[in-house]
């Protein structure tokens, strides 16, 4: 087991651009993952920011959260959030498991017409690796 949780540590190789897309001075353009974890975040970004029928080729791919952000912003609402966040992620990145799906402030989220949220995710291969990603998402 120590290998594969040295694995998602390795720093000597990227495997893709961060997203959201950073500007970096070491990696050429645009900064690039180069730990697993980080992979795995940025790829959970990725999904959830793309909406269905957004992805030439994967019409599936992405979430429908944007389309939901329409809608009023009720208990239901954040609860088909959650779902879609998980049933999206563990078709399209297995790797990992979502953990906790935390929201901000509702009120102050209606009011602004947005949806922040804390998301803590797991290894699958190693649960003991565990990483967060706190989003916000507007209208």
Do not use: C
């Not at 070491?26 to 029928?53: A, C, H, Q």
């Amino acid at each position: 087991m120590a290998r594969n949780r040295n694995s998602a540590f390795i720093t000597d190789r990227t495997f893709n651009i961060l997203n959201p897309i950073v500007n970096s001075s070491r990696d050429g353009v645009f900064k690039m993952s180069t730990t697993s974890i980080e992979k795995y975040r940025s790829n959970l970004y990725t999904l959830i920011f793309t909406g269905i029928g957004e992805r030439v080729m994967e019409p599936e791919f992405g979430t429908r959260i944007k389309y939901m952000l329409f809608d009023p912003l009720t208990t239901s609402i954040y609860e088909a959030i959650k779902s879609e966040i998980k049933s999206s992620a563990a078709r399209y990145i297995p790797e990992i498991k979502i953990d906790n799906i935390e929201f901000g402030d509702e009120t102050e989220d209606a009011e602004n017409n947005k949806v922040s949220m804390r998301i803590d995710f797991s290894l699958k291969l190693d649960p003991t690796i565990q990483d967060f990603m706190e989003i916000e998402m507007g209208i």
